[in-house]
């Protein structure tokens, strides 16, 4: 299964300012579109609780699966074994070994993983990333959230740098 991190950063390697801040609030328009149209070719997205909520409602034409630790948002959701209906959210409390482990059962070939940087880590930390596509935005923030982080050194290749607009450039990483 191909396992994609998708991710906007600033210049400083922060994807924001705060855990709260949606990404709308810098990205440009053109970083807006990559993620569109590339969450909707690989159709499955997995996301923190956090993330979802900058967000606020499934996205359509993608499955969107939230990872949460809130055992009190379980019973409002689908189990992983049944594919939703469109515009519906899955909430999973598993380790992401196992959600990809399902997914694949439920046959998923691929998922995007776009965010935060707890969900980075820890499919990171699993060794299940595939690719990294990051978005640098021409911005400095100067602390703020990590992309991702308790992980030993991990050895990419660049495949592609494509350049945005004027200011943001998207680089194209295999693991």
Known sequence: MNIIVIAAMSADGKIAEGPHQNSLDWTSK??????????KEVGTLVMGQTTFET?????????TV???KDVELQPRFAPMDQVPAEG???????PVEE??????RDGVEGLVVAGGSSVYS?????GLV????????PILFGGGV???????RIEMSLVDTTKLNDQAVLLHYQV
Not at 30 to 39: A, C, L, M, P, V
Not at 88 to 94: D, L, N, P, R, T
Not at 122 to 126: G, K, R, T, V
Not at 130 to 137: A, V
């Open 99 to 104: 959600l990809v482990e399902g997914l694949k």
């Open 122 to 126: 820890q499919f990171l930390q699993a």
């Open 55 to 63: 967000i606020g409602k499934a996205l359509p034409g993608r499955r």
């Open 146 to 152: 990590p992309l991702a982080s308790g992980f030993d």
């Open 66 to 68: 939230v990872l949460s």
């Open 88 to 94: 519906s959210v899955e909430y999973a409390m598993m």
């Open 30 to 39: 053109e970083d807006t579109r990559f993620f569109i149209d590339k969450t």
């Open 130 to 137: 595939t690719d990294l596509y990051l978005t640098i935005e």
